[in-house]
Structure formats: C-alpha cells, structure tokens
C-alpha cells in the first residue's frame, strides 16, 4: 500500500510561533488522482500545501513535527535539496501571479533557473506547458508580450504552465479559482482533469462543490485536523462525522 | 464668525494651487535667468578650450571632462555598495539591531554637510592614503557622500517589489540569489535609478567636497590620479575671485543643461531595460 502512495504524511503538526496551524495530521496521497483538501476559512488547508514543497520555509518563527514522505523519502531529510523538490512539488497560488516579464519568459523562469539556456529547448518547454495548460491557441501570436496583459483567467493557466514547464510530479493548487469568473474557472477544471494522467493534483478548491466536481479523493480539515478523507463519491454521501456532513450540506462554514 | 464649508474648500483650493504654482515659479525663475545670462556664453570654443588665464579666457573643456569623471568615479564606487547594502538590509537580515545601526548610520551620513566629506576626503584620501590631489580622490568622497542616498532609495525601491515574486521565485526551485537577480532586481531597477540620478545630480553640483579633494588644476587630467577642477568648483571661483561673471554664468548654464542631459538619458536607459515587461 505504501509503495503505491506518492505522498505519505505522517503525524505532521506545524507551528507559527506559538500557534498551531495543524495538527497530528497524517494521510497517504495516492499518484496520479487529485485530491482535494476542503475546509472553512483558517483550518490549515493553505499551510498544508505549503509544507509539502516548504514554502512554509521562508516564513520566519515556524517550526513542524512529523514527516512528509514523497516516494517514501522525507522531504525533511537534511540531504533533500530544497530547490530540486519545488520542482518537483509545483505550487499555483490563489491570485494569479504572473512576473512582469512576457508570457515566454513567464514559462522559460523554471526551466532556465535549472540551467537550461538554448532557446531551442527553451522554446520546446514553453511551448508544450502552454498545450498542456490548454493556453497555446490564445497566446501562441502574441509570447513576447507582457503576461500582465492577459486576463485573470489566462494569467492563472498561465501560471499553471509556468509550473508544467519544470515537468514536476505534484502540483500544488492553493484555491486557483478564487479570483476568476466561471468560465475561466472550468477551463481549468478541464486541464486539471486532463493533467492528472501524468501528475498528481492536491488542490484546496475555493468551495465544496469545486471538490465535488473535480476531486478523486477528498480531505476535510477542520481547526488544523483531518477530520474525514476518503473516495469523494463516499464521502459525499455518505459522511462518516457529523462535521463533515454540517460543512458539505452547508450548515456552516 | 462661521465659514461655511464651501467656502474653506475653495480657499483651501487656492492656497493649495498657489504653493504649488510658487515653487514652480521659483524654480523656473532660477533656471531662466542662469540660461539667459550663460547660454550666450556658450560656443564651441567655450565647450573645447581649456581656460586660459586663469579661466578669464579660453573655453572650460578640461572642467567638463573633470566633473564627468569625478561624478563616474564616484558613482561606480558608490552604486554596487549602496545596492549591496539595501538588499543585504531588504533580503538578508531580519530587522534588528545591525539593520538599525546600519540605518541610524546611514541616515546620519546623509545630514552631514558636504565641507565635512571634503575635509575626511582631504584628510583620509588624499593625505593619508596619500592620493593626492586627484580624481580618485575627489571621486572616493563623493562615493562616501552619495552612498546613503543611493541606499535609502534603494531599499524603499526593492521594499515595494510583491513578496509575490519572490514567493514565485522560491516556488519554481529557485535560491535565494537567483530570486534576487531574476525577480526582485528587475522590478526595482526603476527606484535604484531613481537613487543613482540622485547621487549623480549630488556629485555633478558639489563643490565644497571636490575643492578640498579633487584640487582645482586647471589642465587637461591625464589620469584618474591626476587633480583637476570640476564645473562647480570653477563657477565658484570664477564668481568669488572675480575672475569672470560671463564665464561663470556660461559654466552654470552649462552644468544645469549636463544635469538635464544625465537625467533624460538615466531615463531612457531605465525604460529601455524596464519595458520588456510591462
């Protein structure tokens, strides 16, 4: 069972400064399914994410307990190279935050951050993370203009093939929709739904029914605790907690 | 007696409109009436000749070639320091006491009246590191003088730049320094400019600082060892000794117009690097 999970947490709690963002959270996240991590505002679903490609790093007075194993190894683990697994582990923020640099350097930033210089492959990579991210026909004309002038909806896929272009095998989605309109937001609902046969998808969906329509797995988390995770068809009819049921027939939250 | 608010508005417009016009009027009535007096001083002689006669005669080239390379020594000197600084400030230390020393220092250096900067420069460069009269010398100093104004303008420049940039940065497997050169940097060239034309209108306009570092030779430098006299410095004294008013106003004028050149290319060389991505 083990083996076949891509990322295994095991009794993770995490602090800022004397505040505790999660709690004794432990969960196996299989390989090529996208999970979703739900909970109301403040349970620990964006901290989660950060952790698991340590971002969570860079903030100054925090410190974690547990393990994160991705592909059984600890991320944690002193001799992990904290550059190599961000590009294994990608991460799509909740704005959309293009680089005020055209939509080719935007793509090329990873790929040339590891080296990569020939504008052959530079190209090559661009190219293929803006087919993957299903952005290529809007903007195929137009790469060397700002990102910044694309729409809210473009500037995120824009993001998410900013992170395919480092070939990563997670990609971490921080609530990608919260600041797009519906159509934007099922056009990445469809790329996500395509790009999960080469990756695997954990993402915090900006409300229960994104979960529902996207996830293959859910999570709830309540306080910085999981509460219930399982099949989301499972969970969703048939939620084991109270709370859980509260929060999905939107008796809270 | 009550003023009705409508009324308070509309002094409170005029007085408003009336400062900002005043200091506009001022402004223009300084430069106006240097270019009328100077720019007619000005010809092709003035620009290529080197004085004669003390300066009564003759053109001011070697004063103009002077102060171009005092300001570049310095500002050469002065920008990778003053860079370094803010982002060491910015990117590399928590605020604390070292920041707060380094600031309180810096804020401080920038109070000091420039005759001060000369008489360390004089002191330090030129008799104890036994430079000399001398470009370098004169150009050290005014490193030392610009160095807090290119550091404050600095930091507040790379301050504003989104910590989402740096947060992308870091996400896409990027280290520390590859975040500062490819994301941070590029977005706050604009402001770091800001400061270097700063700390170049500072060194193009001293005088004090120059005069007692620099010297006020009045040949063609033949090396950044050699002394000489910076634009400044010869208006100066061409006006205090009497030498020439003419002269002293065509070096004015002149030295208003270089200073209007250096801004509008800084400009142009910022917009040129900064507009690919925007």
């Known amino acids: 069972m083990i083996q076949q999970s891509k990322i295994v947490i095991n009794n993770l709690n995490f602090y800022y400064q004397k505040k505790q963002a999660i709690r004794d959270f432990s969960l196996e996240i299989p390989g090529n399914e996208i999970l979703a991590v739900f909970g109301p505002a403040n349970s620990g679903t964006t901290t989660l994410l950060r952790t698991l490609n340590r971002l969570c790093d860079l903030i100054p007075g925090t410190h974690m307990e547990g393990e994160i194993l991705l592909d059984g190894k600890n991320i944690f683990a002193p001799d992990i190279s904290v550059t190599e697994l961000r590009r294994k582990i990608g991460m799509v923020f909740d704005v959309p935050t293009p680089l005020p640099m055209s939509i080719f350097d935007n793509i090329a930033y990873g790929p040339r951050l590891s080296g990569k210089k020939t504008k052959a492959s530079l190209t090559d990579d661009v190219e293929r993370a803006l087919h993957m991210a299903a952005l290529w026909d809007e903007v195929k004309d137009r790469l060397h203009t700002p990102a910044m002038r694309l729409s809210g909806g473009q500037q995120q896929r824009l993001c998410i093939a900013r992170v395919l272009a480092l070939e990563p095998e997670v990609i971490l989605l921080d609530r990608p929709c919260s600041a797009l309109d519906p159509v934007s937001t099922a056009k990445i609902e469809e790329s996500l739904k395509q790009l999960k046969e080469q990756f695997t998808i954990i993402i915090a969906p900006h409300n229960v029914q994104q979960a529902g329509r996207i996830a293959d797995r859910v999570a709830f988390m309540l306080m910085g605790s999981l509460i219930e995770q399982g099949i989301t068809a499972e969970v969703f009819e048939n939620p084991k907690d109270k709370r859980t049921s509260d929060y999905i027939t939107g008796r809270f939250g | 007696m009550k003023v009705s608010s409508r009324t308070a508005q509309k002094a409170a417009k005029i007085l408003i409109w009336a400062s900002a016009l005043l200091v506009i009027v001022i402004l223009l009535a300084i430069v106006i009436f240097i270019l009328i007096k100077g720019v007619p001083e000005i010809s092709w002689q003035f620009l290529t000749e080197i004085p004669r006669n003390m300066g009564r005669d003759g053109g001011i080239s070697s004063t103009i070639v002077g102060t171009l390379l005092v300001t570049a020594v310095a500002v050469i000197i002065a920008t990778p320091f003053g860079v370094g600084t803010a982002f060491y400030l910015t990117e590399y230390t928590r605020e604390g006491k070292v920041t707060r020393i380094i600031r309180f220092s810096a804020e401080s250096l920038s109070g000091i009246p420039s005759i001060v900067y000369g008489l360390f420069g004089f002191i330090f460069f030129v008799m104890y590191l036994k430079l000399g009269w001398s470009i370098l010398s004169g150009g050290l100093t005014l490193a030392v003088m610009i160095l807090p104004t290119i550091i404050r303008t600095s930091e ?118 900064v507009a690919k991505g925007r």
Request: hydrophobic share 50%; glycine share 8%; charged share 15%.
């Open chain 2, 156 to 273: 507040e420049a790379i301050r504003t730049v989104s910590y989402q940039y740096r947060e992308v940065s870091f996400s896409l497997g990027g280290t520390k320094w590859q975040t500062i050169t490819r994301a941070v940097f590029p977005s706050a060239i604009r402001g770091i400019a800001v400061g270097v034309i700063l700390g170049i209108g500072r060194c193009v306009a001293e005088t004090a600082a120059v005069i007692l570092t620099a010297g006020s030779a009045l040949r063609m430098p033949g090396s950044i060892f050699s002394p000489t006299r910076t634009m400044a410095e010869h208006f100066y004294i061409l006006a205090r000794e009497g030498i020439s008013m003419e002269k002293a106003y065509g070096t004015a004028a002149l030295l208003i117009i270089l200073i209007f050149i250096i801004n509008v290319v800084a400009n142009m060389l910022v917009n040129r690097f």
